[in-house]
């Protein structure tokens, strides 16, 4: 089995960056005995929300972006903090970042970002009954605009790329399986 083929010999943090710290790990490659350092991202689950009005319509975020030094037009989402479920993260994102709140919400999928690197998970859910109940909650650093489009739209849009973080990609690629499957 491949996971026999590696031991942990060590493992040491580096540095620490608010929302994820690097981590060293040293393993031995059993076949060869050979040793190397890996670089490990650690992070806090994810989630992502898609919020769907009741006449149809998906309730998107537009913000900056450091990492792509772009605007990013997405859904909701963002960290599930310490001793949260991720779907109680889900509703809080979903207000925070939007003003609106669901009728009901389901699992989706969850998914290992980049198990190559990371260790955390994504998980997507369904928010359906979306209505505006309170004005957003950013944080000191962020600035969202709301956007709200035809779910209809959402496959254009992707081939366009309007929408392009693989995230958010997950999350409508679970919805569309979830209709295919009910």
């Known amino acids: 089995m491949p996971e026999k083929s590696w031991t942990l010999l060590g493992s040491q943090y580096v540095s620490d ?66 001793g949260e479920s991720p779907e109680r993260a889900a509703l809080r994102e ?40 309170a004005e957003l909650e950013l944080d000191p650093f962020e600035r969202i605009e709301v956007e709200l489009r035809p779910l209809d739209d959402v496959p254009a849009m992707i081939r366009r790329g309007e929408i392009c973080h693989g995230l958010v990609l997950n999350a409508f690629g679970y919805l569309g399986l979830a209709k295919t499957i009910e």
């Not at 992502?48 to 030094?69: E, K």
């Not at 990371?118 to 359906?128: D, H, I, K, R």
């Open 17 to 82: 960056h608010r929302i994820f710290r690097v981590r060293h790990d040293r393993y031995r490659f059993e076949p060869t005995g050979a040793q190397r350092d890996f670089v490990v991202l650690e992070a806090p689950d994810w989630i992502n929300v898609v919020p769907l009005t009741d006449d149809g319509r998906v309730v998107l975020v537009r913000q900056y972006r450091h990492g792509t030094r772009r605007v990013s037009l997405e859904i909701p989402g963002g960290v599930v903090d310490g």
């Open 94 to 133: 979903l207000r925070e970042e939007t003003g609106y709140a669901a009728r009901s919400i389901r699992l989706l999928g969850r998914v290992d970002p980049n198990p190559a690197i990371q260790g955390n998970s994504c998980s997507m859910y369904l928010a359906e009954g979306c209505h505006r109940v």
